[in-house]
């Protein structure tokens, strides 16, 4: 099974700050790889799909890169409404593993 | 409108079996591949398995944490999809998702649609 491993697993920004989440593979998933944003109490909405896609309706602050088994997650300037717990996916081969998550705050 | 509501979810004990419910609408049921995703209280997503379409003979593919316990399955004519749980354990207390696999026009490598989920609770 393929292992997805996220970073850092919280994070405290100010609003305006940019912001970066990786997620490594552990073997290579090709771009298949799809981001999701799980406010509190709320279900998980997709983000981006094939590493670096913008789902239709997402606010283009966020973006998404990398290939093989290194991606990224990519806020390029924090709003409040972007506090959420955010995960990456495996979607190259099942099992279709998501990882740990991260949380983010504002500072 | 992509619509997927789950129900069926209740407390059960240990060992237990349950059957979890995923009704479908606003989209090509039939054409869809489905996925259950699940995420106990206070971690995070877990897939579970998943279900193809006809084309595809509705394979199959879990977990291994659920794998020969759970069974995925799909009435095309109700727009449902199933999920019996059997030889249920206190580790499998979670909400429950369905979930589509988007078009392929669009996010088909990525969950575009999610149901609201429902709770599943094994204790004695």
């Known amino acids: 099974d393929i292992q997805m491993t996220q970073s850092p697993s919280s994070l405290s920004a100010s609003v305006g700050d940019r912001v970066t989440i990786t997620c490594r593979a552990s073997?290579?998933?090709?771009?298949?790889l799809a981001w999701y944003q799980q406010k509190p109490g709320k279900v998980p909405e997709l983000l981006i799909y094939?590493?670096?896609t913008l789902q239709s309706g997402v606010p283009s602050r966020f973006s998404g890169s990398g290939s093989g088994t290194y991606f990224t997650l990519t806020i390029s300037s924090l709003q409040p409404e972007d506090v959420a717990t955010y995960y990456c996916?495996?979607?190259?081969?099942?099992?279709?593993?998501f990882g740990g998550g991260t949380k983010v705050e504002i500072k | 409108e992509v619509q997927l509501v789950e129900s069926g979810g209740e407390l059960v004990q240990p060992g237990g079996s349950l059957k979890l419910s995923c009704a479908a609408s606003?989209?090509?049921?039939?054409?869809?591949?489905i996925h259950w995703v699940r995420q106990a209280p206070g971690k995070g997503l877990e897939w579970v398995g998943r279900i193809r379409s006809k084309p595809n003979n509705y394979a199959t593919a879990y977990a291994a944490s659920v794998k020969d316990r759970f069974t995925i399955s799909r009435d095309d004519f109700k727009n449902t999809a199933y999920l019996q749980m059997n030889s249920l354990k206190t580790e499998d207390t979670a909400v429950y998702h369905c979930t589509r696999r988007g078009p392929n026009d669009s996010a088909d490598y990525a969950f575009d649609s999610w149901g609201q989920g429902t709770l599943v609770t094994v204790s004695s």
């Open positions: 996916q495996n979607f190259n081969s099942v099992p279709l593993t």
């Open positions: 094939t590493a670096s």
């Open positions: 606003g989209f090509s049921f039939s054409a869809s591949v």
């Open positions: 073997q290579g998933i090709n771009n298949y």
